[in-house]
Every structure is written in structure tokens, then in C-alpha cells.
């Protein structure tokens, strides 16, 4: 177990052991002190209220860590060393070519668990925790898609996962899937992005003109003592079950609610950028086959988005279908960013006809180039 599991929970009991210790040492020593009663009785109750609270924050530090311990030690799939770091992978089906699912920032593996069971009716389906995120071994900066892409290439081989693959990304997954494809072209059969981020997309006018300032240092290191401190746990975010998902699924991806990625993203936010500039000029990839997957825009203007940021989300999905000449765009009826959680039914149906489109059982498309609604 690593710093955050082990030390800083400690670290909070010790804390409140030692606060209740204080606390009551000074309770004892009210009774000799010549104070006014009232004085000796608001100190009192204020003294055993601060104790009650240490006391609280430190057992229930305790017992998150011993509920993440245990959540922790049994990591579905398989773990492999990369270069000497552990990396997760979880494969289930059979058949070629296999789907690698590639989660967007803040999610592992897990978030997948609702469409990866369909999908291996089809053929073998592995989602993959990158580093930092799920069971895998987070690693220093830079976070970038060239490193990333390099990881997973070598957690493939260690996994023997071999011929063309299929890459599934999910938001900016979507920018790692096309470095892998530009530096791997002959392990890739296919690309399916999944409202897919896209290269430099940060300094595009429009989102610059509504940027998203995301937590202060300081209210990260708050949110981190909130859940080391097992907070989440509290509030009933660690059982919190997902539409769609399996009860095992369904178990796992609540829990993993409680596991602090902030670190993780941290990394690959900061290395945005750079993951832009060494895919801005990736592809076209020919007649690779891709199929694309994009949010409502009305669902996310009913929501509050700003319209011209919409539009430039759109516009950006829209653009991906320049990818290739096999190219064809979905947009997910009533979705908003997480396709595969709110429209899960889309996603099972059309990657499995994408999967026999490549193998040649089933009819190509007549309609490349298109954009649907469905």
C-alpha cells in the first residue's frame, strides 16, 4: 500500500488520539483551575465536542482504509509489470480483433463495466487502468500520449494480446487512441472514439473564452483530506450503484469512488498540451475503420452549456471524420459526455457490427463519411 492508504490515514488517527488525549488532560486540569463556572462548563462542552470530532475523523479514516485495503487487494483481471511498473487489465470474450477500452481522465477500467460484457459476446474485450488510475502503479510527469501510448503498448505484449486491435477511447482517451494508431499503425485495426477529445482543443477562441478553472491547489489538498478522511465514504458515494451494470460491476465501480486519482489527473491535465502537439498531426490514417460516437448537443445545452461551446464540441466531433475514408459518425441521442453510461444500448449495438464490418462477416457501410442521430 502506498503513501495515501497507509501513512496519512495513521497519520489522522494519531491525530486524533493525541487531540482526545490533550483534550481530556485539559478536562482534568478545569477542575482545579479557579474559573467561573460558566467559563469552566463552555470550555468544557467546546473541548468535548473538538474530541468527539477527532475521534469521528480518525475512525472513519481508519475504516476507509481498511474498506480500500481490502477493495485494493483484489483487483479484477490481471496485473502485469511494464518496465518494472504494475499495469491492470481485465479481458473477457474471445475472438479477433480484440477492443482495448481506454477510460477518459478521472475513470479507470471500471467505468466500462456496463458495455464490456455485451461486447464479448463479439469478441475480446480488455479495458485497461493507465497509470495512476485503478491497480496501476502511477508514475511520474510528463503524463503525455506518447508515454501513454508506449505503456499501453507494452502491457499488450505482456499480456499477449497480439494482432490488430480495435482502440475504444473515451474523452481523452481519444487523443492517446490516435498516437498509439500514428506510432502502431500495424497493430490497429480500427479506432471507435467516444465523444473523443481532440488535439489543442484547450486553445481553441471559444473554449478559452469559457475556461474551466478547476479546483485550487488549495481545495485539491482539501478534497484529498475529505477522502483519506473517508468522507465519500460517509456521504454514501462508495455504494452508489450504476444504471446498467452488472451487481458485481455495479459493486466495484462504486467503491473505486473512493480511490484518490487526483494525483493521476494532475499529471495528465498539465501534459494536455504536449499530448496535443504530438497528435495534432496524426492521420489521416487512410481506410482505417472508425467509428465515432459524440454527445447530443441538445441534451448538453439543455444543461447549461454555453451555446458557442457546444457548437465548437460539435464542430470538433464532426471534424474527427477526417480521420479516414471509413469514417462514420453517431450522435447519441439524449447522451451527454459518458455515451457509454447513458446510451450503453448504442454502443452495443453498432461496435459489434464495426467489429464484423472489419472481419469481413458483415456488409460494409454504404453510408461513410455520414453523421446520424440515433
Known amino acids: 500500500m502506498n503513501f495515501g492508504y497507509v501513512l496519512i490515514p495513521v497519520l489522522f488517527v494519531l491525530m486524533g488520539i493525541l487531540i482526545a488525549w490533550l483534550v481530556a488532560r485539559r478536562l482534568l486540569s478545569l477542575r482545579c483551575r479557579s474559573y467561573p463556572r460558566w467559563r469552566k462548563a463552555a470550555e468544557g462542552v467546546v473541548l468535548s465536542l473538538l474530541a468527539l470530532a477527532a475521534l469521528l475523523v480518525a475512525g472513519s479514516s481508519a475504516f476507509n482504509a481498511i474498506a480500500l485495503y481490502r477493495f485494493r487487494h483484489s483487483p479484477p483481471g490481471q496485473t502485469f509489470l511494464v518496465d518494472g511498473h504494475a499495469m491492470r487489465i481485465d479481458c473477457s470474450?474471445?475472438?479477433?480483433?480484440?477492443?482495448?477500452?481506454?477510460?477518459?481522465?478521472?475513470?479507470?477500467?471500471?467505468?466500462?463495466?456496463g458495455v464490456q460484457p455485451a461486447l464479448a459476446k463479439t469478441t475480446r474485450v480488455c479495458s485497461y487502468d493507465r497509470a495512476g488510475f485503478g491497480w496501476s502503479d502511477a508514475l511520474p510527469p510528463p503524463r503525455d500520449a506518447d508515454h501513454i501510448a508506449t505503456e499501453l503498448h507494452g502491457l499488450l505484449a505482456a499480456a499477449h494480446i497480439t494482432g490488430p486491435v480495435v482502440?475504444?477511447?473515451?474523452?481523452?482517451?481519444?487523443?492517446y487512441i490516435r498516437d498509439y494508431a500514428t506510432r502502431y499503425p500495424k497493430n490497429v485495426a480500427g479506432l471507435v472514439f467516444?465523444?473523443?477529445?481532440?488535439?489543442?482543443?484547450?486553445?481553441?477562441?471559444i473554449f478559452k473564452a469559457h475556461p474551466d478553472?478547476?479546483?485550487?491547489?488549495?481545495?485539491?489538498?482539501?478534497?484529498?483530506?475529505?477522502?483519506?478522511?473517508?468522507i465519500p465514504r460517509l456521504l454514501g458515494e462508495c455504494s452508489r450503484t450504476f444504471p446498467?451494470?452488472?451487481?458485481?460491476?455495479?459493486k466495484l465501480q462504486a467503491e473505486d469512488q473512493c480511490h484518490d486519482r487526483s494525483a493521476a489527473v494532475a499529471g495528465e491535465l498539465e501534459s494536455f498540451d504536449?499530448?496535443?502537439?504530438?497528435?495534432?498531426?496524426?492521420g489521416p490514417y487512410g481506410t482505417l475503420p472508425i467509428l465515432i460516437f459524440s454527445q447530443d448537443p441538445a441534451r448538453t445545452a439543455a444543461q447549461g452549456e454555453p451555446m458557442d461551446v457546444v457548437m465548437a464540441w460539435n464542430q470538433m466531433q464532426e471534424n474527427l471524420k477526417q480521420l479516414s475514408t471509413r469514417s462514420r459518425r453517431i450522435i447519441a441521442k439524449g447522451s451527454t459526455h459518458y455515451i457509454q453510461g447513458n446510451r450503453p444500448d448504442l454502443i452495443e449495438r453498432e461496435v459489434p457490427k464495426f467489429i464484423e464490418q472489419i472481419r469481413g462477416t458483415a456488409a460494409q457501410p454504404t453510408d461513410y463519411g455520414s453523421t446520424q442521430t440515433n
Open 93 to 113: 470474450g474471445s475472438g479477433s480483433p480484440a477492443i482495448i477500452l481506454d477510460a477518459g481522465l478521472g475513470n479507470d477500467g471500471l467505468i466500462w463495466g
Open 167 to 175: 482502440l475504444m477511447g473515451h474523452s481523452i482517451a481519444g487523443i
Open 194 to 205: 467516444v465523444d473523443a477529445s481532440t488535439p489543442w482543443q484547450n486553445r481553441n477562441r
Open 213 to 230: 478553472p478547476g479546483p485550487s491547489r488549495f481545495g485539491a489538498l482539501l478534497k484529498k483530506a475529505a477522502v483519506v478522511a473517508g
Open 244 to 250: 446498467g451494470f452488472g451487481v458485481q460491476a455495479a
Open 274 to 282: 504536449r499530448s496535443g502537439e504530438e497528435t495534432v498531426h496524426t
